[in-house]
T-cell receptor
């Protein structure tokens, strides 16, 4: 149990366009989901925490207007990178809390490349 | 933000050897977690620890929650090639929306 599906796994987009990444909990209800960004050979950097039905809580330094998070249901959270810029290129990973007591199940990540 | 200390950044071992990784923090955590990340994938939970002093095993993996609640170690015995990857420790405080604080990770290479 406790499977988190993240889609797409890879996406290439042009500068100025927007990209949506989906994170779904497949076999449990996720009241809280977390979005991370990871640079090559670096640790996971928490971007924001989203709770179902309420506004996301963003970490310091993360632009909420650029990284739009929606957690409209107990099984789906989306991250939209708006007006993408090459510096937004990164590996984005979601995590959902729920299911087993340990809580934090990660998606398989999305490699975003902005050209 | 706060990070846990993991060092060295990389470790190289021979297949069959044991390896131990340490994780330290200046702050107390109520839960310690160890994750493994393969290239291009999300982290996968290896072991979760909930009590100070707790020693938990998962196959060839053994992890301990330090008595001071400021450290944890992970031991891998009889390493095999598929143990290659990045190993992250993570700490968590108790709370409804408690975030995980991650270490920088240790990249493990196993020579056949």
């Amino acid at each position: 149990g406790a499977v988190v599906s993240q889609h797409p796994s890879r996406v290439i987009c042009k500068s100025g366009t927007s990209v949506k990444i989906e994170c779904r909990s497949l076999d449990f209800q996720a009241t809280t989901m977390f979005w991370y960004r990871q640079f090559p050979k670096k640790s996971l950097m928490l971007m924001a925490t989203s709770n179902e039905g309420s506004k996301a809580t963003y970490e310091q330094g993360v632009e909420k207007d650029k990284f739009l998070i929606n957690h409209a249901s107990l099984t789906l959270s989306t991250l939209t990178v708006t007006s993408a810029h090459p510096e937004d290129s990164s590996f984005y990973i979601c995590s959902a809390r729920g299911g087993r007591a340990e809580g934090y199940t990660f998606g398989s990540g999305t490699r975003l490349t902005v050209v | 933000g706060q990070q846990l200390n993991q060092s060295p950044q990389s470790m190289f071992i021979q297949e069959g050897e044991d390896v131990s990784m340490n994780c330290t923090s200046s702050s107390i955590f109520n839960t310690w977690l160890w994750y493994k990340q393969d290239p291009g994938e999300g982290p996968v939970l290896l072991i979760a620890l909930y009590k100070a002093g707790e020693l938990t095993s998962n196959g060839r993996l053994t992890a301990q929650f330090g008595i001071t609640r400021k450290d944890s170690f992970l031991n891998i015995s009889a390493s095999i090639p598929s143990d290659v990857g990045i190993y992250f420790c993570a700490g968590r405080l108790t709370g409804a929306n408690s975030k995980l604080t991650f270490g920088k990770g240790i990249t493990l290479s196993v020579r056949p």
